[in-house]
Nanobody, 125 residues
């Protein structure tokens, strides 16, 4: 069982940056692939970025490539999402998720086994 707690969301102006963190409980964190998803009002939940268990491979949605960076520190049981050059379309609730298949980065939410409660990111113009 893994519990995930996101932090770092907030209100930021267009062009600004935020760094989200996701702290995981449990000794098996390093075995899980991790993903960041987001959901804006009235929209489907979508993958933002993913990272394999050892950080050796990452995935980014086209909409965030070159602006967002996912990373993890298995010693701290934490995964991060550095978000730069934010725009209004990035406004959403951001969720951290874990999948037991650590060697594969799934872009489908149903393949993730554990979820955090989310953190709100609001980008204002």
């Amino acid at each position: 069982q893994v519990q995930l707690v996101e932090s770092g969301g907030g209100l930021v102006q267009v062009g600004g940056s935020l760094r989200l963190s996701c702290a995981a409980s449990g000794r098996t964190f390093s075995l899980y692939a991790m993903g960041w998803f987001r959901q804006a009002p009235g929209k489907e939940r979508e993958i933002v970025a993913g990272i394999r268990w050892n950080g050796g491979s990452t995935y980014y949605a086209d909409s965030v490539k070159g602006r967002f960076t996912i990373s993890r520190d298995n010693g701290k049981n934490t995964v991060y999402l550095q978000m730069n050059s934010l725009n209004s379309e990035d406004t959403a609730v951001y969720y951290c998720a874990a999948t037991r298949d650590g060697g594969y980065i799934s872009i489908t939410s149903r393949e993730y086994n554990y979820w955090g409660r989310g953190t709100q990111v609001t980008v204002s113009s």
